[in-house]
T-cell receptor
Framework: EAGVTQFPSHSVIEKGQTVTLRCDPI?????LYWYRRVMGKEIKFLLH????????ESGMPNNRFLAERTGGTYSTLKVQPAELEDSGVYFC?????????????FGPGTRLTVL | DAKTTQPNSMESNEEEPVHLPCNHS???????IHWYRQLPSQGPEYVIH???SNVNNRMASLAIAEDRKSSTLILHRATLRDAAVYYC??????????????FGQGTELSVKP
């Protein structure tokens, strides 16, 4: 079974540009999460999808961030326009619904550098 | 979600047991104790979780204090591959089937050959 995949693995952009990160969850996982770690800080929750619906977006820092999950499959996280403080590693995770321990499976992350 | 406290770092020798402590004095009766770890350059991965009783799986053991205000993750024989940041996370049973994870600073474990 394939794990959670994220694309790209690295992205370097200039301040003011737009970047779109993609996450492909494990097939059949209804829950999809975005997290990020900015330099020197803890991993922070951004938002949670159940299928195509946003269940919890309390962690989204501001309206420059837009997450979508069309059709309840893959998800994208767009940052527009990017600022210096957006640099960090963005993780995506997925999990099944109503199944046992509900562990979250994480992707390897996308390292975003804003210059 | 209740807060957890862990040492910033610990050292271990290869093939020796490691006991990683976590304090969660404000834990509620419905909080599960979860452990995740993050290997270098990877995303976090689930290790183990429990509610009241001690738990064992192929990766580790979880010892939970009787009052549930603390717990200990036990790696029975540390290997170099176990070097990682270990996170102790509380998750409310009501949200256990879908809620977010709240990460603290975690404990950075280094393993010496």
């Amino acid at each position: 079974e394939a794990g959670v995949t994220q694309f790209p693995s690295h992205s370097v952009i200039e301040k003011g540009q737009t970047v779109t990160l993609r996450c492909d969850p494990i097939s059949g996982h209804d829950n999809l999460y975005w997290y990020r770690r900015v330099m020197g800080k803890e991993i922070k929750f951004l938002l949670h999808f159940v299928k195509e619906s946003k269940q919890d977006e309390s962690g989204m820092p501001n309206n420059r961030f837009l997450a979508e999950r069309t059709g309840g499959t893959y998800s994208t996280l767009k940052v527009q326009p990017a600022e210096l403080e957006d640099s960090g590693v963005y993780f995506c995770a997925s999990s099944q619904r109503f199944r046992g321990r509900n562990e979250q499976f994480f992707g390897p992350g996308t390292r975003l550098t804003v210059l | 979600d209740a807060k957890t406290t862990q040492p910033n770092s610990m050292e271990s020798n290869e093939e020796e047991p490691v006991h990683l402590p976590c304090n969660h004095s404000t834990i509620s009766g419905t909080d599960y104790i979860h452990w995740y770890r993050q290997l270098p350059s990877q995303g976090p991965e689930y290790v183990i979780h429990g509610l009241t009783s001690n738990v064992n799986n192929r990766m580790a053991s979880l010892a939970i204090a009787e009052d549930r205000k603390s717990s200990t993750l036990i790696l029975h024989r540390a290997t170099l591959r176990d070097a990682a940041v270990y996170y102790c996370i509380l998750r409310d049973r009501l949200y256990n089937q879908g809620g977010k994870l709240i990460f603290g600073q975690g404990t950075e474990l280094s393993v010496k050959p």
